[in-house]
């Protein structure tokens, strides 16, 4: 399970939301079998979007955030609900880059030139979406400078992925911390003081807990920690999710594919490792399914 903790300034200055999701990212990487840089990619989306989606206000409100960038890694999306439960995949899971010249893996390279968008759909017609131009490709720049531009909230996002030898996720977390409106001057400037001298989160996080991290960025500075929240990698696809995609084919199509198709169709879902299988018996009953509604 991940470990989400929000906690806020005593003067009402700025809140901060932070996560420890080694467990997560990891399970992102064993569904997905990431290649380490693809696996750092995918996983710092990962965590950007569970620290967003955990400030979203109803139940029903989704998150989803989309990296569409020109890099190796092709399009990475991540969508999360209002606790933080994630879900995730990156367009090319082998995606991998030589280091950085410090040593770092190259997520920037990964990702590349091109958008980030991100969705909020609180069950209205239409969902807000908003675009922003990919800064460095590093993730929290992005999501940093997105805020900053479109929502105009100053916000510092520090991830971090730290992937071991054996390729598995060794520590994964971060930090969103958010000028609030009428912030005191003093209050913001020590808070950019404290995020220069930041220590990595995965470092911080090997070495203690959650707690240490928020201990740095709120360091010198009088605050409260106001809730915490169990979150982690899940899916809500479903077998009647699926039966509803074939349905929304057609009759034409799921003809076709009774007359002309394999014995067993297999439906894959991209977030997980779910598959769904139907034999041309289930594809028959779906398509009865369809002329019923059309009234034959």
Request: aromatic content about 6%.
């Amino acid at each position: 399970m991940g470990r989400i903790i929000r906690a806020m300034t005593r003067d009402g200055s700025a809140r901060a939301i932070l996560l420890d999701g080694r467990d997560i990212v990891e399970r992102a990487r064993q569904i997905h079998n990431t290649a380490p840089t693809a696996t750092a990619a995918l996983g710092r989306t990962l965590i950007a979007t569970s620290l967003a989606g955990s400030m979203l206000g109803e139940k029903e409100d989704v998150m989803t955030v989309r990296f569409k960038g020109d890099g190796v890694g092709g399009a990475i999306v991540v969508t999360s609900d209002w606790c933080g439960n994630v879900r995730g995949f990156i367009q090319n899971p082998q995606a991998d880059l030589p280091l950085r010249a410090d040593g770092k893996l190259d997520v920037g390279g990964c990702i590349g030139k091109g958008e980030l968008y991100i969705l909020r759909d609180a069950g209205g017609s239409e969902p807000y979406v908003g675009v922003s131009k990919i800064q460095t490709g590093e993730v929290g720049d992005d999501i940093a400078y997105y805020y900053a531009t479109s929502e105009q909230i100053p916000t510092v996002c520090a991830l971090g992925v730290l992937v071991d030898r054996d390729y598995t996720v060794r520590e994964a977390g971060g930090a969103l911390v958010q000028l609030l409106p009428f912030a005191d001057e003093e209050t913001a400037e020590k808070l950019e003081q404290n995020a220069a001298k930041m220590r990595p989160v995965t470092k911080t996080l090997s070495e203690g807990k959650l707690e240490d991290v928020l201990a740095e960025v709120f360091e010198g500075i009088e605050y409260d920690i106001f809730d915490e929240i169990e979150c982690e990698y899940k899916c809500v696809c479903s077998r009647e999710k699926t039966d509803n995609a074939l349905i929304s084919l057609g009759a034409r199509e799921l003809t076709d594919m009774i007359e002309n198709g394999d014995e067993t169709t297999v439906m894959t879902c991209s977030f997980c490792d779910a598959v769904y299988k139907y034999s041309k018996s289930d594809l028959k009953h779906l398509l009865k399914a369809v002329e019923k509604n059309n009234g034959n």
